[in-house]
C-alpha cells in the first residue's frame, strides 16, 4: 500500500509500505475515505514544528472497515466510522473517567501520523490503517453525514469545542474570546461551538484577514490586529470565557490579560518553544484558571458529533478546499485554513 511520508521539511513524497493487517483481536483495518488537514500538519511539513522524519502523516480521518479481529465488537466489513486520532484503550483508569489523551495501554502521545510523538501508528493518508481497540475507539459516521464534514471531528472540531463546552456549561450564555492565529481551524472551530452552546457574544481577534471573515461569517464580533497590538483589540474589555489558538507569545499574553477574575482561560498548544513565559503573579491575583493540554479525542468526539447531527454546528463551514488524495504533498503546505483530503 502507499502512505505519504514526511522525510523532512518541505519533502513528502507517496512511499510503499507493507499493507496494514490485523495484529490483535481488538483491531480492525480501515480505509480512509476523507482526511483533515490537521493545525499542526503544516508546520510539521514546513519544519516549524521540528519532527524527526521519515514517518507517514495524517491523522484526522473518516473510513471504512475492510478487516477485523475477532473481538473488534460489531464492527463489520462496509462499516463507515470516525477515527478519533490518538490511541485509547476504554479500559484503563484515564480512558474510563475521559481521560482517553492518557490511555495508560499505550505510550504517551501515541496516535495516528505523529511518528515518534506518536509511537508510530501509522497515519490517516495511508491506503489503510490499522486501527488498535477498536471496540472501543472507533465511532460510526451518523446516516447522512458527509465524511468531508465529519472527518475532523475527533480532533481539531473536538479540540474547539472543549475549549468553550465545560466554561459554558458553568457560565450560560458567558461572553467568550477567542484569539486565533496557527491553531487556525481550531479557533474558528471554537467560534462556532460558542455560539452552537449559547454564548451571547463571541469576539474573534486575529490578524490574517481571511479567518477574520470567516469569523464574522460565522457570527463572532471579529476584530482585526493592527500594527502588532494585540491587547489593544480588546481594550479594557475582560471576559470570563478566554481561548489561546494563537500558540505564540502575542496571543498568549492577550488571551490571559483579557480572562477576567476568577475567569478561565484555555491554550490549544503549550507554545512555539520548549519553554513559555506566564504571567503567574497576575494569573494568581485574579484567580484565573488555566488550562492547557491535549484533547481527549475519544472522550469528547461523541458530544460534537450530537451537535453536527442536530444542525447546530457545521464543520464543512470552514474548510476551503477538497483535494484528492495524489494532490496531498503539495496540499499539506497550502497557507489556507483547512483542507480535506478526499481517497
Not at 477574575?261 to 490549544?268: H, I, Q, R
Not at 470552514?318 to 478526499?342: N, S, W
Amino acid at each position: 500500500m502507499r502512505t505519504l511520508m514526511f522525510e523532512g521539511p518541505g519533502a513528502l513524497h507517496w512511499r510503499e509500505v507493507p499493507d496494514a493487517r490485523v495484529e490483535h483481536g481488538r483491531d480492525v483495518v480501515v480505509r480512509p475515505l476523507a482526511v483533515a488537514r490537521c493545525d499542526l500538519d503544516p508546520a510539521i511539513a514546513l519544519g516549524l514544528y521540528p519532527m524527526a522524519g521519515p514517518f507517514p502523516m495524517g491523522h484526522e480521518m473518516v473510513g471504512e472497515v475492510v478487516d477485523r479481529g475477532d473481538s473488534a465488537g460489531d464492527w463489520q466489513p462496509g462499516d463507515r466510522v470516525v477515527v478519533p486520532f490518538q490511541i485509547s484503550c476504554g479500559e484503563c483508569v484515564p480512558c474510563r473517567i475521559g481521560r482517553t489523551n492518557a490511555c495508560a495501554a499505550v505510550p504517551p502521545g501515541a496516535s495516528f501520523g505523529l511518528g515518534p510523538a506518536g509511537a508510530h501508528h501509522g497515519s490517516a493518508l495511508s491506503d489503510l490503517v490499522r486501527v488498535p481497540f477498536a471496540d472501543f475507539s472507533l465511532l460510526p459516521l451518523p446516516d447522512g453525514l458527509d465524511p468531508v464534514a465529519a472527518c475532523g471531528i475527533p480532533d481539531n472540531v473536538a479540540d474547539g469545542y472543549r475549549c468553550v463546552a465545560d466554561p459554558l456549561a458553568d457560565r450560560p450564555g458567558e461572553a467568550v474570546l477567542v484569539v486565533g492565529g496557527l491553531a487556525a481551524s481550531v479557533g474558528l472551530y471554537a467560534v462556532m461551538a460558542a455560539r452552537a452552546l449559547g454564548s451571547g457574544h463571541v469576539v474573534y481577534v486575529d490578524d490574517d484577514p481571511a479567518r477574520l471573515d470567516r469569523a464574522d461569517e460565522l457570527g463572532a464580533d471579529a476584530r482585526a490586529v493592527v500594527g502588532g497590538d494585540w491587547v489593544a483589540a480588546v481594550g479594557r474589555e475582560r471576559f470570563a470565557i478566554t481561548v489561546d489558538a494563537n500558540v505564540l507569545d502575542p496571543g498568549r499574553t492577550l488571551a490571559i490579560t483579557a480572562t477576567a477574575p476568577c475567569g478561565t482561560c484555555t491554550s490549544v498548544s503549550g507554545g512555539a518553544g520548549r519553554t513559555v513565559e506566564l504571567p503567574l503573579g497576575v494569573m494568581y491575583a485574579k484567580g484565573i484558571t488555566y488550562e492547557v493540554g491535549r484533547v481527549h479525542a475519544r472522550a469528547t468526539a461523541p458530544a460534537v458529533l450530537d451537535l453536527v447531527t442536530r444542525g447546530h454546528l457545521d464543520p464543512a463551514a470552514i474548510i476551503d478546499a477538497v483535494v484528492p488524495f495524489d494532490d496531498a504533498p503539495g496540499a499539506m503546505v497550502d497557507p489556507r485554513t483547512k483542507i480535506v483530503f478526499l481517497a
